[in-house]
């Protein structure tokens, strides 16, 4: 096992809407958490509203990082390097952490380290709270691993076979599952975000009232979303041109059956397939409690999956990613732009 030095990192992270800073120690323990959520402020838009963040993002900033610093009982000059959420993201969100993340970075005399907001979800499994009961932490996963991402803009494999690299196996070639969440929500007339609306819906609704498809892919270890969702747009407006009541949790139980149960035959084939010891998921839909008891209820491969708290947009993840960075040498310029598209590679 690979012995890294010691380090504390300050993270910084505003890819989309939420506003969060964080300080990890060694990689793995977090001294502190901070995320101002904008939630409510886009529901009323039914999604994310670019402009609308990138101010609420300058609001919260400063005071996020303040809280994250008190929080830790630590100044600046107590942390070893800045790390900040490049990309991928909505640029004008991504461009209020990077450049609070270069005038810290500059003001203090720390290192700058751009970190790929995926490559963070990926991390967010490393990430241990301190507990009072527990003098060491819980074991770190396991090389080979398989990392599963699953949010809003993304759904791929990647394969570790140690940190920091990835060999992407398949992805999306259409809606991502998180994206298809959203959108189905949208169609049965449930609340934004869609992923905690079908999920509430789903739990008095029978997941086999609907036999939705299950898009067959070129290659093995892609996905393809899109089909269901037209699925269950054709099924709503056939009731609809009936004058017939949607079934709306029978169809939301059904379809969140339908995507779990993909997302996980596709996994555990390529687990076995790559010769994974472990599996990793990751992003937003990874809280999707049906999602979780899939993965956890099969007892072929060990799964690894964050804290509620970790599963969705925050800096304790950027913090873990930009420490491995960090004490592998990388460092990033001060003249660093964002990167909105940029893969994880």
Request: aromatic share 8%.
């Amino acid at each position: 096992m690979t012995n890294f030095s010691a380090a504390r990192i300050l993270a910084i992270e505003s890819s989309c809407d939420e506003t969060a800073a964080a300080i990890i120690e060694n990689g793995r323990l977090l001294l502190s958490s901070v995320v101002a959520s904008q939630m409510d402020i886009h529901a009323r838009y039914g999604g994310v509203f670019p402009e609308v963040a990138s101010r609420q993002h300058v609001l919260s900033i400063t005071p996020v990082v303040r809280q994250a610093l008190s929080q830790a009982h630590l100044s600046l000059a107590d942390v070893d390097a800045i790390a900040v959420t490049r990309g991928p993201g909505l640029a004008g969100s991504l461009v209020v952490g990077l450049n609070a993340a270069k005038g810290l970075a500059l003001g203090a005399g720390k290192p700058l380290v751009g970190v790929n907001h995926l490559e963070g979800h990926i991390y967010s499994s490393w990430v241990c709270e301190p507990s009072a009961q527990e003098q060491e932490l819980p074991p770190a996963p396991q090389f080979p691993l398989l990392a599963l991402l699953v949010s809003g803009g993304h759904t791929e494999l990647n394969l570790m076979t140690d940190h920091l690299t990835y060999r992407r196996l398949g992805a999306t070639l259409d809606d991502a599952a998180g994206e298809a969440f959203d959108k189905t929500a949208r169609l049965l007339g449930l609340p934004y975000p869609g992923g905690p609306s079908i999920q509430k819906a789903a739990e008095n609704g029978n997941p086999k009232a609907f036999r939705f498809p299950r898009a067959r892919t070129e290659q093995p270890w892609d996905f393809s979303f899109s089909g269901i969702k037209t699925a269950v747009l054709r099924e709503v407006r056939q009731r609809q041109a009936d004058a017939v009541t949607v079934p709306v949790e029978d169809m939301a139980a059904s379809f969140q059956a339908t995507v779990v149960d993909t997302l996980l035959v596709k996994t555990l084939a390529a687990a076995r397939e790559f010769g994974a010891h472990e599996i990793l998921i990751a992003g937003g839909v990874s809280a999707n409690k049906a999602l979780r008891e899939a993965f956890l209820n099969q007892t072929e491969f060990k799964v690894n999956i964050p804290k509620f708290a970790y599963c969705t947009d925050n800096a304790a993840m950027i913090a873990s990613a930009g420490y491995y960075r960090f004490v592998t040498g990388f460092r990033s310029e001060m003249d660093i732009d964002v990167q909105p598209n940029w893969p994880l590679s």
